[in-house]
């Protein structure tokens, strides 16, 4: 492989796995996404702005760099956002991929293709089947659920009628520096950042603290999209996961002690959520037998370094 593109290259994703690729690899990377910028910029890399649900400027954006492979991060990431928007959800998750599917088809390029899809696929499952494998029949609980398994379905059809090489991971739970204060982590840490600076009241807001999820770092979840690019098998789902589910309201315990400040947690009606998933927690067995893969990043560290990027933002 030499040349891949990554969709949705202006993410937050897509900033740890640039620099995955770069320092990892020798591959030239393209990149797609819609601001004016991606998110990490690397020597070499060549960047354009572009919407994926235009189909004839993404095909003559393939056409132009016809890569070997494509990283497919581009989406509407917010199971929140999704009950409010339900629509720009499934045209850009589920037309924009058909968009990008469909050019590659019809330019003729036999390049091996990475979803990135969800753990939000499985739905509510009861706490005596866990942890969850790739097995598990898929009971999507939100618009971005189902538009995920859209995703993955659609992406797995294109391998079984074409004979292409489409890998589909299924992520947990994540969180790492960069990541957009809608997410639990990142928004406990940017508030408590926001209190230790005095530009607002010591009160946190919190949604649903009794959820239990399997978080890992973005670092180790973009070296698990490298290893699958390069080791997976042709038409495989993999689970992205450490296997261990943690309370939110331990990590906003663990935060809270790595402030010295005086904070109140206040409960927030607003950030609770339908359809809210009580337990959810992985099995990545064929991921680490196939590819080699672990978990190395701690969740006292991955917490601590959002706290930090929070820290040197507000």
């Known amino acids: 492989m030499k040349t891949v593109l990554v969709t949705g290259a202006d993410g937050f994703v897509a900033s740890h796995l640039i620099s995955e690729i770069a320092a990892q690899t020798d591959w030239r990377i393209f990149g797609l996404g819609l601001k004016e910028g991606p ?4 020597p070499g890399m060549e960047y354009r702005v572009a919407d994926l649900t235009d189909y ?15 990283f497919h991060l581009a989406a509407q990431p917010s199971v929140a956002l999704s009950w409010d928007d339900p629509w720009s959800t499934y045209r850009v998750n589920m037309f924009g991929q058909l968009n990008l599917l469909e050019a590659l088809r019809r330019l003729g390029l036999q390049a091996s293709v990475h979803i990135a899809c969800s753990s939000e696929e499985y739905g509510k ?18 618009h971005y659920a189902v538009s995920k398994v859209g995703q993955e379905v659609m992406g797995l059809m294109y391998h079984r009628a074409f004979g292409w090489r489409v890998l589909v991971t299924r992520g ?8 957009a204060p809608d997410f639990v982590v990142s928004s406990f840490a940017r508030q408590i950042a926001c209190i230790e600076a005095g530009t607002c009241e010591p009160v946190i807001m919190v949604g649903n603290l009794e959820a239990w999820r399997d978080f890992t770092d973005v670092r180790d979840t973009v070296r698990a999209y490298r290893l699958v690019m390069e080791k997976g098998r042709a038409g495989a789902s993999y689970n992205v996961c450490t296997g261990k589910a943690r309370k939110v309201a331990e990590l906003l315990e663990i935060l809270l002690g790595l402030s010295g400040a005086g904070i109140e947690v206040r409960s927030d009606e607003a950030r609770q959520r339908p359809s809210d ?18 978990p190395l990043i701690p969740l006292e560290r991955t917490l601590a370094d959002v706290l930090d990027y929070w820290r040197e933002r507000v």
């Not at 998110?39 to 690397?42: A, I, K, P, Q, T």
């Not at 009861?126 to 999507?140: A, N, Q, R, S, Y």
């Not at 998933?277 to 672990?294: F, N, Q, Y």
Request: proline share 14%; with cysteine.
């Open 125 to 142: 499952v009861p706490p005596e089947k866990m942890p969850l494998g790739e097995e598990m029949p898929f009971d999507p609980c939100s």
């Open 277 to 294: 998933i009580p337990l959810l927690v992985g099995d990545s067995a064929p991921l680490r037998e196939e590819t080699g893969w672990e």
């Open 39 to 42: 998110s990490r910029e690397v």
């Open 172 to 179: 947990f739970n994540q969180a790492g520096p960069g990541q």
């Open 56 to 70: 004839e400027l993404v095909r003559e954006l393939l056409d132009l760099w016809r890569p070997d492979g494509v």
